[in-house]
């Protein structure tokens, strides 16, 4: 305890007397720092902002160090985040350049109206490439194709804006295939939730739809944005700068309202569940105690009604 005193008493000590001489605040910046013995008094060098070298931080540190925050008004911000922010925004803008991709679409008769596609022939017939080019930089077939199923609530909530979409690119086609009755496609496209919008150039998935909120807007924007083809109505050459909805599209052809089905695999799932858990429960010394003690439950009983 007396050892730990003295020792205290010298640090201050020294403290005191080199603030004559020295800044006693930067002397107890480098005891803050724990490098106080490269302070000048102990033979180690002065410490001027100009001759310490800015070090790159990582994620979390300051490139500064402590004495920087107390004498340095200026110096009172650490610009490593300010150069990262900076990095981060720049490859937002070059990712947002990359995943942008267009394709040229060779004009198609779509009437404006949405297909819904009920075959694996249909599927064949409407992804069906033009001539045989297989580049993006060429002109081909452009689809635009919806997996939804009639059970699920969304699909419902989205088929308005889907319809009203299709009727304002009359030079797409524009699909719509129930996921529910062709699993193989689910698989093939690489479809893990519903709905999913898909844009295919030449037969070929080109990019998903992945905005957070469908609606017209953001669908017209999907498409414009992906082939360059501007919305219109039919037989009407000039481009529709609003987008709007009419009462034909809450109607058809894809329906708004969920349909309530009996899912016959649902309860085989079920029952195939309870079974595999009654077996392995059997198995378990859980079971043997539970069958044991009701044995001899049923003895004692057995015993005291023959006394």
Same mark, same amino acid.
């Given at each position: 305890?007396?050892?730990?005193?003295?020792?205290?008493?010298?640090?201050?000590?020294?403290?005191?007397?080199?603030?004559?001489?020295?800044?006693?605040?930067?002397?107890?910046?480098?005891?803050?720092?724990?490098?106080?013995?490269?302070?000048?008094?102990?033979?180690?060098?002065?410490?001027?902002?100009?001759?310490?070298?800015?070090?790159?931080?990582? =994620?979390?540190?300051?490139?500064?160090?402590?004495?920087?925050?107390?004498?340095?008004?200026?110096?009172?911000?650490?610009?490593?985040?300010?150069?990262?922010?900076?990095?981060?925004?720049?490859?937002?803008?070059?990712? =947002?350049?990359?995943?942008?991709?267009?394709?040229?679409?060779?004009?198609?008769?779509?009437?404006?109206? $949405?297909?819904?596609?009920?075959?694996?022939? *249909?599927?064949?017939?409407?992804?069906?490439?033009?001539?045989?080019?297989?580049?993006?930089?060429? =002109?081909?077939?452009?689809?635009?194709?919806?997996?939804?199923?009639?059970?699920?609530?969304?699909?419902?909530?989205?088929?308005?804006?889907?319809?009203?979409?299709?009727?304002?690119?009359?030079?797409?086609?524009?699909?719509?295939?129930?996921?529910?009755?062709?699993?193989?496609?689910?698989?093939?496209?690489?479809?893990?939730?519903?709905?999913?919008?898909?844009?295919?150039?030449?037969?070929?998935? $080109?990019?998903?739809?992945?905005?957070?909120?469908?609606?017209?807007?953001?669908?017209?924007?999907?498409?414009?944005?992906?082939?360059?083809?501007?919305?219109?109505?039919?037989?009407?050459?000039?481009?529709?700068?609003?987008?709007?909805?009419?009462?034909?599209?809450?109607?058809?052809?894809?329906?708004?309202?969920? *349909?309530?089905?009996?899912?016959?695999?649902?309860? +085989?799932?079920?029952?195939?569940? +309870?079974?595999?858990?009654?077996?392995?429960?059997?198995?378990?010394?859980?079971?043997?105690?539970?069958?044991?003690?009701?044995?001899?439950?049923?003895?004692?009983?057995?015993?005291?009604?023959?006394?």
């Amino acid at each position: 305890m007396k050892l730990s005193l003295f020792i205290i008493s010298i640090i201050f000590g020294i403290g005191c007397c080199s603030a004559f001489r020295f800044n006693g605040l930067e002397f107890y910046a480098h005891i803050l720092n724990g490098d106080f013995l490269d302070y000048k008094p102990f033979g180690g060098r002065t410490t001027k902002i100009e001759d310490t070298p800015q070090s790159i931080a990582s =994620a979390g540190q300051s490139a500064n160090s402590f004495l920087d925050f107390i004498t340095y008004k200026d110096r009172r911000h650490c610009s490593l985040y300010e150069e990262q922010a900076s990095e981060v925004d720049e490859l937002k803008v070059t990712d =947002a350049k990359r995943k942008t991709l267009k394709v040229k679409c060779v004009p198609a008769k779509g009437n404006g109206t $949405l297909h819904i596609i009920t075959s694996l022939k *249909e599927v064949i017939s409407v992804l069906a490439p033009h001539g045989n080019s297989t580049k993006r930089t060429q =002109a081909g077939n452009c689809v635009v194709m919806l997996f939804y199923t009639k059970t699920c609530i969304h699909s419902a909530m989205m088929a308005p804006h889907y319809n009203a979409m299709a009727r304002h690119f009359p030079d797409l086609k524009v699909a719509a295939i129930d996921a529910f009755n062709f699993h193989s496609l689910n698989t093939e496209f690489g479809i893990v939730g519903l709905p999913t919008i898909m844009f295919f150039h030449q037969g070929r998935p $080109l990019v998903k739809f992945n905005d957070t909120e469908i609606t017209l807007e953001t669908l017209v924007k999907f498409v414009t944005k992906h082939s360059g083809v501007e919305p219109r109505l039919a037989n009407h050459k000039m481009t529709i700068n609003v987008p709007h909805y009419i009462s034909e599209d809450f109607k058809g052809p894809l329906s708004n309202k969920v *349909e309530r089905k009996i899912d016959y695999w649902l309860y +085989v799932a079920w029952i195939f569940i +309870v079974l595999c858990s009654c077996y392995y429960f059997s198995k378990s010394a859980f079971y043997v105690q539970i069958i044991e003690m009701i044995k001899r439950n049923w003895r004692e009983s057995e015993a005291h009604h023959r006394s």
